[in-house]
């Protein structure tokens, strides 16, 4: 009996010196503080984001966008937008036919140039003098390469458009063809290329330009190949 009363006391003491050593390390307030850390570090909820929009679908129900004071009263330029003519748009060329059309130059020598000219000129004497003339003798650049033509600044400034428009081009059978002429550079330009080669232009050639209207073209071709016949 006396022993189990020892032991006892013995465990009291341990307790009671336990609690005060729990004290003097203010145990206790260091574990509230861990649980207050712990529930302050707590992820906060993943917001969800929202669906995407089809652009069509967005487009249907946009509002349109409001234009200030000072813009209201312009001009939409979307109103006044001119759709541009399919033979204006550059046409991309292959590396190919580039390289077919330098193989199959032909070049023409001096007499036939000469000869070309000066029957061109005999035909300019015989046209209507009411109509603008001019004659224009062919190179390579006109007629493989590049197929730029360019027109005699007299005869633009006088007669021709001041502003980029549709030139058409009539051969002497009366075929149609519509190129782009360039005011400021003074030539034709998209649809040339087509004429040249349909035409089979080469160089030495002469042309005779009747101007029959605005902007239309009578186009009298000579070739420098008659004089070769003429020689025969």
């Known amino acids: 009996m006396a022993e189990a ?3 006892e006391e013995q465990r009291r003491r341990q307790v009671e010196a336990n609690k005060r050593k729990l004290e003097e390390l203010q ?3 260091l574990s509230a ?3 207050e850390a712990a529930a302050a570090a707590k992820p906060s909820p993943v917001k969800k984001r929202k669906a995407r929009v089809p652009l069509d679908a ?3 129900v946009m509002e349109p966008l409001r234009r200030s004071g000072r813009l209201a009263n312009l001009p939409d330029k979307s109103v006044h937008r001119e759709e541009v003519p399919t033979f204006w748009r550059k046409i991309r060329r292959t590396y190919g036919s580039v390289r077919k059309d330098l193989e199959n130059r032909v070049y023409a020598t001096d007499e036939a140039r000469s000869y070309a000219i000066c029957k061109a000129e005999e035909v300019e004497q015989e046209l209507d003098s009411s109509f603008p003339v001019f004659i224009k003798p062919m190179t390579q650049s006109h007629v493989t390469g590049g197929f730029w033509l360019g027109l005699p600044n007299h005869f633009c400034r006088k007669y021709l458009p001041k502003r980029d428009e549709t030139i058409t081009l009539l051969d002497e059978d009366d075929n149609e063809s519509y190129t782009l002429y360039l005011a400021l550079k003074r030539g034709l330009s ?3 290329r087509g004429f040249a080669i349909q035409h089979k232009l080469v160089d030495g050639d002469c042309l005779v330009f009747q101007l029959t209207e605005r902007t239309k073209f009578k186009v009298i071709i000579i070739r420098a190949s008659s004089y070769y016949e003429s020689e025969d």
Request: glycine share 6%; net charge neutral; aromatic share 20%.
């Open 5 to 7: 009363t020892a032991y």
């Open 33 to 35: 503080a861990v649980r």
């Open 58 to 60: 967005a487009d249907s």
């Open 27 to 29: 145990l206790h307030y």
């Open 190 to 192: 998209a649809g040339w």
